[in-house]
């Protein structure tokens, strides 16, 4: 079946620090995988998503590429702000049956300290 | 602005009570999901609805039950409650069509099981 594998949290950053989070997965076909974003005491929202392989999604400072060849989406920002701080999940949509649900990994709580 | 609502954000109940979480969607989207939140587990898919009249079984269905009666609303009930569901609740909305497309969560439900 589909199963997303996101690196083991907490984590904690120097503001301006690097971030990397671990994303893999497995999955048939070709699925659309997702970053999203929760703020305490918030619900989700979609922070970037790609849609086939090789392609880079990004939005505030946020990049990931879809991989593949490694089936991997790893998250990155060049310089972490406090205002950052928030769980993040990887998420995949399969590509065929009941294309529209959603897989989530079980989240990465990232820390940024001042 | 369209949004999705989530009613009551906070509930305490008893073991063996009916509980019912209210969600609605301004979107006008035709797909509706549950999930639950848990440490270490992400979120984990119910139920999810596709249009008014159709619900389907997720990952984490028994002993919940929704029902679908118009585009805005999905309710979710628990038929007698238990210590395990206690959790995060969190409704998820989405436009049909197409698998890329976002899913918009509302702000959550905590339910507590005494």
């Known amino acids: 079946g589909n199963s997303v594998t996101q690196m083991e949290g907490p984590v904690t950053l120097s503001e301006e620090a690097f971030l990397t989070i671990n994303c893999t997965y497995t999955?048939?076909?070709?699925?659309?995988l997702f970053w999203y974003v929760q703020y305490p005491g918030e619900g989700l929202q979609l922070l970037l998503k790609?849609?086939?392989?090789?392609d880079k999604g990004s939005n505030k400072g946020f990049e990931a590429t879809y991989r593949k060849e490694t089936t991997s989406f790893h998250l990155e920002k060049g310089s972490v702000q406090v205002s950052d701080s928030a769980v993040y999940f990887c998420?995949?949509?399969?590509?065929?049956?009941?294309?529209?649900?959603?897989?989530f990994g079980s989240g990465t709580q990232l820390t940024v300290l001042p | 602005d369209a949004e999705i609502t989530q009613s009551p954000r906070h509930k305490i109940t008893e073991t063996g009570r009916q509980v019912t979480l209210a969600c609605h969607q301004t979107?006008?989207?035709?797909?509706m999901f549950w999930y639950r939140q848990d440490l270490g587990h992400g979120l984990r898919l119910i139920h999810y609805?596709?249009?008014?009249?159709?619900?389907n079984k997720g990952e984490v269905s028994d002993g919940y039950s929704v029902s679908r009666s118009n585009t805005e609303d999905l309710p979710l009930t628990l038929e007698s409650a238990a210590s395990s569901q206690t959790s995060v609740y969190f409704c998820?909305?989405?436009?049909?069509?197409?698998?890329?497309?976002?899913?918009?969560f509302g702000p959550g439900t905590r339910l507590t099981v005494l």
């Open positions: 998420a995949l949509a399969r590509s065929s049956g009941s294309a529209r649900q959603l897989t």
């Open positions: 609805s596709y249009g008014v009249q159709d619900t």
């Open positions: 790609a849609t086939k392989a090789d």
């Open positions: 998820a909305s989405s436009e049909s069509g197409s698998r890329h497309n976002e899913q918009f």
């Open positions: 979107w006008n989207h035709n797909n």
């Open positions: 999955a048939t076909g070709y699925p659309s």
